[in-house]
């Protein structure tokens, strides 16, 4: 069955769509698990489209901020989807909005964008955080010092 939000028509073949969805908040914040991420559905309702899961981690007042605010925080907009080329589209959209843009993989890790989406509207809401919690995934420098009783390194660059 189409989706009853996208237009199968040929207008819209081979479009990028970007899907900033996030689900409605369950009562205490009980979560379940997320098995199909609407960006997952939406490509199967929509074959014809290019959908990309993207700046679904923010809260709306984020973009009353400029570019250069967005930039200076070092904001991370993770951005998932199956085509190479629509996700360097909405990386590069991300990019001139201020972000640092950051490939989350294939369109099924949507699911796990939708999840953190779900836990920053629980920091924002039930902790208090307000809206502006965003996230940053500046690298730490490998540090010589071993801690933490002597773990092995790690093989992750």
Known sequence: MPST???SSDALSGKVL???NNGPIPEGFEYLPIE????EKLAEDSPQLH???AFNMFAME???HDAQTIAEHDVS?????DSSEAKARVSKLAADLGFTPIDAGPSKNARLLEGMGDFIRYLMIEQRM????ALSSNALPVT????LGGRQASNFK
């Open 144 to 147: 010589e010092k071993r801690a």
């Open 5 to 7: 939000l996208v237009d």
């Open 18 to 20: 970007i899907d900033l």
């Open 130 to 133: 307000g809206p502006f919690t």
């Open 62 to 64: 984020l973009f009353e």
């Open 77 to 81: 907009a993770f951005i998932a989807g």
């Open 51 to 53: 959908v990309v899961k």
């Open 36 to 39: 199909k991420s609407f960006t």
